[in-house]
């Protein structure tokens, strides 16, 4: 049972970092659909910026690994201590997004986060038949909905900083 712990564990800190980003890629694609007005263009010309909020997410991850192991940093200590070192090897490549050639096409990094969506559907289908309390599901909604918001700040913290670099560029 202690692996299996610590397994669990680890895939919800993954599904609280990387699962609510699929939604919130949606949601953009879906607003930047529309171009009635001045704010839907805005998010239409910044789609592109999808995958650098995305691998600020992964940033942050990554901040998240080196803080729970800070008495050896080493790759090779992170990914041994690991109960499951291809989700976490595969969360912390987000961190390439940070690369112009990798961030040019949003939809990659669409791509590269459902695996973490899919876990949480695999959660979902698991619990449906098996005989679990309401807390079990609510802790995980409550995963979920930090992970959507976390997606959703970091975003923002994106466009916001596009903003202000365009702003100080006309300047």
């Given at each position: ?15 609280s ?10 949601l ?34 990554l ?8 008495s ?6 992170l990914i ?33 986060s ?9 959660d ?9 309390s ?38």
């Amino acid at each position: 049972m202690g692996g299996h712990f610590f397994a669990y564990i680890e895939q919800l800190e993954l599904q609280s970092f990387f699962s609510g980003y699929p939604i919130v890629y949606m949601l953009v694609m879906f607003v930047a659909g529309f171009r009635k007005t001045k704010v839907f263009n805005y998010f239409e010309s910044n789609r592109s910026l999808l995958p650098r909020a995305y691998a600020l997410t992964g940033t942050l991850y990554l901040v998240f690994e080196l803080h729970k192991w800070y008495s050896d940093y080493s790759a090779t200590h992170l990914i041994s201590a690991s109960h499951t070192p291809y989700l976490l090897l595969w969360a912390l490549s987000s961190i390439l997004f940070w690369i112009p050639l990798l961030s040019k096409k949003a939809v990659i990094s669409f791509v590269h986060s459902l695996p973490f969506f899919l876990l949480v559907l695999k959660d979902i289908f698991l619990r449906m038949n098996a005989t679990v309390s309401q807390e079990d599901v609510r802790n995980s909604m409550i995963t979920y909905t930090f992970s959507i918001i976390l997606n959703l700040i970091t975003l923002s913290l994106v466009f916001f900083v596009n903003l202000l670099a365009g702003w100080y560029r006309k300047k």
